[in-house]
Every structure is written in C-alpha cells, then in structure tokens.
C-alpha cells in the first residue's frame, strides 16, 4: 500500500473536500490524522498513488470532458476517419493537418499528462504498468504523425491518439468513483471522546472545561449516561461501564473506587468521580490510533490485475514494433517509412482501448451490485484478494453474537411454576431496573405482571410485590450470604461453567427458578461458519471475553478455533500470528477495538451497525451486520475476478491475430492490417468487454 514517499499535492487537494467539522475532533487524535489519512487514500485506491498524483476524481472528469471536446474536431478533419467512413474529400480544407496538429497536441498534452507523469513514475519505480503502455502508445502516434505532418512519408494517427487518451481517462474516472475516498479513521476514533468535562477545583465548584485542557491529577465529574473523557481511576462512587466499543466486553463491568477508568467508554446508572492519570497521546484510546496507524501502513499494496496485463503487453509492443522494423528493413526491399509506418501500426494496435476500460468497468459494476446487497467495497484490492480467503477470523461481540444480553435458558424447582411464569415474574421485578440483566429478561417475554413497592437490594438483585406475593430475583451471592439452598446445582454450574450470568427467582423466600443469560448468538452465524467450512476456509473467533464464554459460543457454532481474554492492543498481533502460518487471513469486527486487527489483516471486514471507526478501518463492510454475508462476499469475489480475467482476455485477445497482421506478415498474399481496420477490431472488443461486464451477478 505504502510507499516511502508522501504526495502532499494530492493529499492537500483531496482534503479540501473535507468539511472542517470533521477535522476539529480531540488533538491527540489530529497528531497523527495527517500522514494516516495519505495512507488510506492509497489503501483505497485502485492504482498506485504515483498514478493518480495531484488528479482527483473532479481531476480525471474535466480532462476527460475537455479532451472529449476537443477530439470531435479531430475526428471531423482526419483523412483516415474520411476514407473509413466513405466521406468526400469536400471535408479537406486548406492547412487542416496543421489544425489537425494543433489540436492533437493540446490532448496529447492536456488528456495525456495523467499517463505521460505515470510513465514517469513507473519507471521510476522500476514498474511499468498500464501508465507506461498507454503513454507509449500516445506518444509513438503522436510524434510518428507530427513527423507526417511536416513531411514524412506516412498515415497520421492523431484520431487514434485522441480516442485512446479518451477512453483512458473515461476508465479512470469510472474507476476512481467506483472506489470511496479518503477514510477517516483517526476522526472517528477520536470522536469516541466527549469534548467536555466536568472538572471539579479544589473548593469543589465544578466547571465544564475542554477536553484537551486536562492535566495529570485533575478531578472530574461523570454523571450517569455520560462518555469518559480520560483515562484515570475512580476515587469516589459506583457503578458498572459499557466498555464494549473499547475493549469488546460484552457485559458491563462493574466500578467501584480504586477501579480504573478508560477514556471513551460509557458511564451507567451511577454517578462516579475519577482522577485524571492519562491525557493526550498516554490514553488508551490513543494506542488504538497508533495501533491502527501502524497496521496500516505496514500493508502492502497488490499489483492489479489490468497493470500486469499491461506490462506485459509493453514488453510485446516494444519488442513486435523493434521485431516489424528490422524485418521489414533486414530482408524486404521496402523503404524506412514502409517499415517505420508497420512498426508504429503495431505499437499503437498493441493498446487496446478495451484495455484501459476492462478492470474499470467491472469495478464499477461489481461496487453498485454489491452496495445493493449490502456490501460497500471500499478497497479493490483486498476485495479482489477475498477470493483466496483461507482463515477468516471473527470477532465475537456484535458480529457473531448480538452484543446484548438475553435468556439461554430458564430453569424451574418447582412443579407449581413453569418456565413462562417464571420468566414473568422475573421480568416483571425487573421491569423496574435499568441494569442490562434486568433489560435482558424484561426484553425475553411480551407478558408480564404488574410489580409493586419495587425496591433494588444493592449488588445483589431487585424485588417487588407481584400477584400479591414477595419476589426476589437475586444473584447467587445472595443465596450465599442468607445460606439458602437450591436444587440442581449441576445443571446451574454448567451454566456457569459456560461463563452465562445466572439468577434465581425467589417467591415468598422459595427458590422457585434460574434463569442463565449470556450475549446472544446470531441465528445466522452457525449457517455462515458451515458455508465457510464447505469453502474450504478456516473460521476462528478473537474476544475480549473469558474463556468459558469463548469456548461456549465456539462449540454452538463450531469454530475451528478460539483465541480469549485477548486486549485490544494485542488482537493485531493475534491476526499476525494467523498470517504467519502463511494463510490469507480475513478479519471481521465491529468494535473500536477491532480496528488495528481489521487493519492488520489482509481482508478488513466491518459489520456495519458497529462503531464508525471499524467501518472506516474496513476494507469491506457488511451493512447488514448478517454474518452470511461474508460467504456472498467470498463467492462474489471470485465472480468478479472472473470477468475481469474474462475482459482481459476479450480486451487483448484479439491482438493475437492484430499484431501479426499489423506487422505484415500476410503482405505477400495482398492481405494487410489497416490503422482503420485495427480500430474497427479494438471497437469490437470494447463493446464485447462492456456487455461482459454488465453481465456479473451476485449468488
């Protein structure tokens, strides 16, 4: 992906395009914002940055149009196009090659600069490519056919040169389009943190004061509901933080004082005041940026599929037209400009207009069906590459599970209630409290009692007054501490064994029932892992979560393997350790901790109701957070691989007959390749690959 050099001509340019309130997010963030975002251009580009430097999308579109203009006339006044079409030489007119010349030069130069400056750069680079074959072609028919105009023997061929440019660049525009812009990775990260905090000052007053005003040993205030504004560790208060979106726990964790705090994540029902020990680039949220900036630019970049077709065929041009030229003058009588005017033929036929638009057209094609299914293809390259996935690990946390909490299972000691009455009760008890495990069984059952004189029991569950008897839904702590027994304690410590959340109903102090909850599994998830498995790939789960949980979720959906208790600073280096097995290694999460991973792998893959930054990470995104969809992609992108070898071969295929006929060698037998006929055959390709292209279909 990355080169060593930087084009900021380019990046100044395509940052002009960014509204400046999406550049005013947290400064530690902004630090490093700049060079990362030169980096993902790249990433998401389908040539390399030398290619397109300075052009952007606005660039390609008004050269395209302005050439396009300008070719018109050209056409009109070529002696070549009169002939072909079987015009009367009443067109001609006084000095219309010189005008012919002037116009031909303005296009060369003007359209052709994109490809003349990557010529440039290619060879600079030691890599020539599809700048290099197209640049060769303009300019072998835009100098052969100056030199006609000034009195060399010979056809001109500046409608061809004109043609070529146009279509060249109507291929890039369509290109550049097709793929999404400049990411902004670092700016949604950074807008995980609040940009106010309430700091208190040593007389206890609190004031609101911006978030990069923070020191080292400053007091805040978080109030329930509230972001985190920085790392630092709690010394008065309790209450329990989502820290999903940090570090891929799904259960709310408990806080009390002496508890540290990470910046960004979300307070819950209790009001907290924390010392402030991190600020700047030492927070947590910090390394993530860092994480994240590193994984990228540690990528390297896939060569595509179009530029290896065209380095090739400049190999071939240079070495028919050199090969043409020395036969011609070598062993035949004919004269230099005989054998100069064979040897410009086949350079010039040898660039394939359908060439320029076989990659393009598939791209754009393949980026519109595949946003209507729910896929948003943001970097060709990796989405080429998805076709040779070997391992694709998931992250757990809302991607293979919801990210919530829910039933499992519901136990019932006592003849006299079932599972649904239980619920019930529970739910109505809980109907009353905010924490997620209450949301969890409320949200398990539409039905529900009435509850009165509801009243919370401090860390240890929630009672209340239903149907006229006293229920209690409590943790197992609580049975502990007021020793009463239950019945069935295996099934319950295989529960917990499997790392879910039980509580038992308590009815006039009976243990009546348990209820066990844990993060939902999607529905979808075990068919998306079977599909996988019968493509041949390896399927893995990467979770912040412990163990029992991990192992739990592995075995109902049949992983291959699991990794556990991994911090998100260290989930790269998971994805690194898959990779150096040697296998091509998709990554697909959603969490702000999954960015560095999703970067770090070859294949990003966000779901896309996860944090923006995943998303902005992604090299794909997966608008319907289905799971599936990640086997739609694979086949979709070996479906579109497909028609682009299928349009290489129609767009270059024909020079196998073409160039020999250019060359001459049927020229004893009267039979001759004409510059007229060439076009007629390069039309007829690029019609074929334009056809082709439409007809790529998703499964």
């Given at each position: 992906m990355n080169q060593d050099h930087k084009h900021n001509h380019h990046h100044n340019e395509h940052m002009e395009h960014h509204s400046h309130s999406e550049m005013h997010h947290s400064e530690h963030a902004g630090k490093v914002s700049d060079k990362t975002m030169d980096h993902k251009k790249q990433k998401h580009s389908g040539h390399s940055h030398s290619e397109h430097e300075g052009h952007t999308i606005e660039g390609f579109r008004k050269r395209f149009w302005v050439s396009v203009i300008v070719t018109i006339p050209i056409l009109i006044i070529s002696p070549m196009i009169h002939h072909f079409l079987g015009l009367k030489e009443a067109l001609r007119f006084t000095g219309d090659s010189y005008v012919l010349f002037v116009l031909s030069t303005f296009v060369y130069f003007y359209g052709g600069y994109p490809f003349l400056k990557g010529l440039v750069d290619?060879?600079?680079?030691?890599?020539?490519?599809?700048?290099?074959?197209?640049?060769?072609?303009?300019?072998?028919?835009?100098?052969?056919s100056s030199a006609v105009v000034f009195g060399v023997k010979g056809e001109v061929f500046f409608w061809e040169l004109a043609t070529l440019i146009d279509i060249m660049l109507l291929g890039h525009w369509i290109e550049m389009k097709s793929v999404m812009g400049a990411s902004k990775a670092l700016e949604e990260l950074a807008r995980l943190m609040p940009d106010e905090a309430h700091k208190i000052d040593d007389t206890g007053n609190i004031a609101d004061v911006p978030v990069s005003e923070l020191k080292h040993k400053d007091k805040l205030l978080i109030k329930p509901g509230e972001k985190i504004p920085a790392d630092g560790k709690i010394y008065e208060g309790k209450t329990s933080i989502n820290?999903?979106?940090?570090?891929?726990?799904?259960?709310?964790?408990?806080?009390?004082?002496?508890?540290?705090?990470?910046?960004?994540?979300?307070?819950?029902?209790?009001?907290?005041?924390?010392?402030?020990?991190?600020?700047?680039?030492?927070?947590?949220?910090?390394?993530?940026?860092?994480?994240?900036?590193?994984?990228?630019?540690?990528?390297?970049?896939?060569?595509?599929?179009?530029?290896?077709?065209?380095?090739?065929?400049?190999?071939?041009?240079?070495?028919a037209g050199a090969i043409t030229m020395f036969v011609w003058l070598m062993f035949t009588g004919e004269s230099f400009n005989f054998a100069l005017s064979r040897t410009v033929t086949v350079m010039v036929i040898t660039c394939p207009h359908a060439l320029g638009l076989a990659i393009p057209l598939v791209v754009a094609v393949s980026t519109a069906l595949s946003a209507k299914h729910g896929l948003l293809i943001r970097n060709r390259n990796a989405f080429e590459q998805a076709r040779n996935i070997q391992a694709i690990i998931f992250d757990k946390t809302g991607t293979l599970t919801k990210g919530e909490f829910g039933v499992t299972e519901t136990i019932s000691f006592d003849e006299n209630f079932d599972e649904k009455e239980i619920l019930k009760y529970a739910a109505a008890v809980e109907s009353e409290s905010e924490h997620p495990i209450a949301q969890g069984i409320v949200n398990s059952t539409k039905e529900k009692f009435e509850v009165k004189n509801f009243n919370s029991i401090p860390g240890k569950g929630a009672e209340g007054n239903v149907n006229g008897k006293d229920v209690k839904v409590v943790s197992p702590g609580y049975l502990e501490e007021n020793k009463i027994e239950f019945q069935e304690k295996d099934k319950i410590e295989k529960l917990s064994a499997q790392g879910k959340t039980v509580v038992f109903v308590l009815i006039d102090n009976k243990v009546i029932g348990a209820i066990a909850l844990a993060d939902i599994i999607r529905e979808e998830s075990k068919e998306a892992i079977k599909q996988l498995k019968e493509l041949g790939i390896k399927t893995m789960m990467l979770t912040g979560d412990n163990k029992k949980v991990a192992k739990w979720v592995a075995d109902e959906i049949q992983l291959d393997d699991y990794f556990a208790e991994v911090l998100p600073d260290k989930k790269a280096e998971k994805v690194k350790e898959v990779q150096s097995r040697g296998m091509i290694v998709a990554m697909t999460g959603d969490g702000?901790?999954?960015?560095?991973?999703?970067?770090?792998?070859?294949?990003?893959?966000?779901?896309?109701?996860?944090?923006?930054?995943?998303?902005?990470?992604?090299?794909?995104?997966?608008?319907?957070?289905?799971?599936?969809?990640?086997?739609?992609?694979?086949?979709?992108?070996?479906?579109?691989?497909?028609?682009?070898?299928?349009?290489?071969?129609?767009?270059?295929?024909?020079?196998?007959?073409?160039?020999?006929?250019?060359?001459?060698v049927l020229y004893s037998e009267g039979i001759i390749l004409s510059p007229a006929l060439g076009a007629v055959l390069m039309s007829l390709s690029t019609i074929i690959v334009a056809i082709n292209a439409r007809l790529l279909k998703i499964s």
């Amino acid at each position: 992906m990355n080169q060593d050099h930087k084009h900021n001509h380019h990046h100044n340019e395509h940052m002009e395009h960014h509204s400046h309130s999406e550049m005013h997010h947290s400064e530690h963030a902004g630090k490093v914002s700049d060079k990362t975002m030169d980096h993902k251009k790249q990433k998401h580009s389908g040539h390399s940055h030398s290619e397109h430097e300075g052009h952007t999308i606005e660039g390609f579109r008004k050269r395209f149009w302005v050439s396009v203009i300008v070719t018109i006339p050209i056409l009109i006044i070529s002696p070549m196009i009169h002939h072909f079409l079987g015009l009367k030489e009443a067109l001609r007119f006084t000095g219309d090659s010189y005008v012919l010349f002037v116009l031909s030069t303005f296009v060369y130069f003007y359209g052709g600069y994109p490809f003349l400056k990557g010529l440039v750069d290619e060879l600079k680079n030691k890599q020539p490519g599809m700048m290099t074959l197209i640049a060769l072609a303009i300019s072998v028919a835009y100098f052969y056919s100056s030199a006609v105009v000034f009195g060399v023997k010979g056809e001109v061929f500046f409608w061809e040169l004109a043609t070529l440019i146009d279509i060249m660049l109507l291929g890039h525009w369509i290109e550049m389009k097709s793929v999404m812009g400049a990411s902004k990775a670092l700016e949604e990260l950074a807008r995980l943190m609040p940009d106010e905090a309430h700091k208190i000052d040593d007389t206890g007053n609190i004031a609101d004061v911006p978030v990069s005003e923070l020191k080292h040993k400053d007091k805040l205030l978080i109030k329930p509901g509230e972001k985190i504004p920085a790392d630092g560790k709690i010394y008065e208060g309790k209450t329990s933080i989502n820290e999903a979106m940090i570090t891929g726990e799904s259960k709310p964790v408990s806080k009390s004082v002496g508890d540290n705090v990470i910046g960004g994540s979300i307070n819950g029902e209790g009001s907290i005041k924390i010392e402030v020990e991190k600020i700047g680039d030492e927070t947590f949220l910090s390394q993530i940026v860092m994480l994240v900036k590193e994984a990228q630019e540690s990528k390297s970049k896939t060569q595509n599929l179009a530029n290896r077709a065209a380095f090739w065929l400049t190999i071939i041009a240079i070495s028919a037209g050199a090969i043409t030229m020395f036969v011609w003058l070598m062993f035949t009588g004919e004269s230099f400009n005989f054998a100069l005017s064979r040897t410009v033929t086949v350079m010039v036929i040898t660039c394939p207009h359908a060439l320029g638009l076989a990659i393009p057209l598939v791209v754009a094609v393949s980026t519109a069906l595949s946003a209507k299914h729910g896929l948003l293809i943001r970097n060709r390259n990796a989405f080429e590459q998805a076709r040779n996935i070997q391992a694709i690990i998931f992250d757990k946390t809302g991607t293979l599970t919801k990210g919530e909490f829910g039933v499992t299972e519901t136990i019932s000691f006592d003849e006299n209630f079932d599972e649904k009455e239980i619920l019930k009760y529970a739910a109505a008890v809980e109907s009353e409290s905010e924490h997620p495990i209450a949301q969890g069984i409320v949200n398990s059952t539409k039905e529900k009692f009435e509850v009165k004189n509801f009243n919370s029991i401090p860390g240890k569950g929630a009672e209340g007054n239903v149907n006229g008897k006293d229920v209690k839904v409590v943790s197992p702590g609580y049975l502990e501490e007021n020793k009463i027994e239950f019945q069935e304690k295996d099934k319950i410590e295989k529960l917990s064994a499997q790392g879910k959340t039980v509580v038992f109903v308590l009815i006039d102090n009976k243990v009546i029932g348990a209820i066990a909850l844990a993060d939902i599994i999607r529905e979808e998830s075990k068919e998306a892992i079977k599909q996988l498995k019968e493509l041949g790939i390896k399927t893995m789960m990467l979770t912040g979560d412990n163990k029992k949980v991990a192992k739990w979720v592995a075995d109902e959906i049949q992983l291959d393997d699991y990794f556990a208790e991994v911090l998100p600073d260290k989930k790269a280096e998971k994805v690194k350790e898959v990779q150096s097995r040697g296998m091509i290694v998709a990554m697909t999460g959603d969490g702000v901790n999954d960015a560095p991973a999703l970067a770090q792998a070859d294949i990003g893959i966000a779901i896309g109701t996860g944090t923006d930054v995943a998303v902005e990470t992604a090299d794909i995104i997966l608008v319907k957070s289905n799971p599936k969809d990640v086997v739609s992609l694979i086949k979709f992108a070996k479906a579109t691989y497909n028609k682009m070898v299928q349009n290489l071969i129609w767009a270059t295929g024909y020079n196998i007959i073409a160039i020999p006929l250019a060359a001459g060698v049927l020229y004893s037998e009267g039979i001759i390749l004409s510059p007229a006929l060439g076009a007629v055959l390069m039309s007829l390709s690029t019609i074929i690959v334009a056809i082709n292209a439409r007809l790529l279909k998703i499964s």
